[in-house]
């Protein structure tokens, strides 16, 4: 599913592009957007499972991420479009006993309409819609050899869920450096209300009873460059 979500990602600006550059003599201002920033997490309804069963557990909170996307201006008057993919980092946890780690990914559309355009300043408030799922990989410190590992391949275990779905309502501010290269920075925020959220899954595929689902609401914030 994410690689689907990739290639459609970097697809779709092309498509647009092409099809306008047959109907108009206009074509879309299409732009990379480059950002970081910060999203929260929740894990409760897997934390709840993993305490019961004595197996570690990860605290709920926000971590960092990075994206990249696309902004697609000049297609109707004071709207735009973007789309992005994020991905988390360095979210886990490390003992004598273990490594546990976490990790989030997703990807959004949005509408965003200009409601304040004046010199170099703009806001636009935004609505989208979007997907994300987690993967959490836990693997046990082994000892002795490259073999003896061989021999007995267990001590791993990764829990993951498929994408669930959001609506995505946000506001940015962006300034724009350089109107002939179509040079701006800007920062986001916005909150993802969670409307589908698919159970979580052992070794990626294997659907157990019992499983809790996930929980993928949550605010973020987003520093970005685009060019």
Known sequence: MKKYLFLFCITFPYFIYAQNDDKTDTNPDIRIKLGTGVMQYNLNSFNQVARV?????????VMPQLSFGFILKDCVKNLFFDM????TLFSGERTSAYRLNMDATNFDFNVNYELINKDQHHIYPSLGFGFMGYSIDYTANRSGSFGQALQNPSGELRANTRMGIYINPGIS?????SNKNNISIG??????IGLYKPGWRLNRNQKLDGAPNSDISGFYTTIYISL
Not at 54 to 60: E, I, Q, R, T
Not at 84 to 87: A, E, G, L, Q, R
Not at 173 to 177: A, G, Q, S
């Open 187 to 192: 920062a986001q925020a916005g909150y993802r």
């Open 173 to 177: 501010y962006e300034y724009t450096i």
């Open 53 to 61: 069963n004595n197996f570690p557990a990860l605290k709920d909170g």
């Open 84 to 87: 992005n993919i994020s991905t």
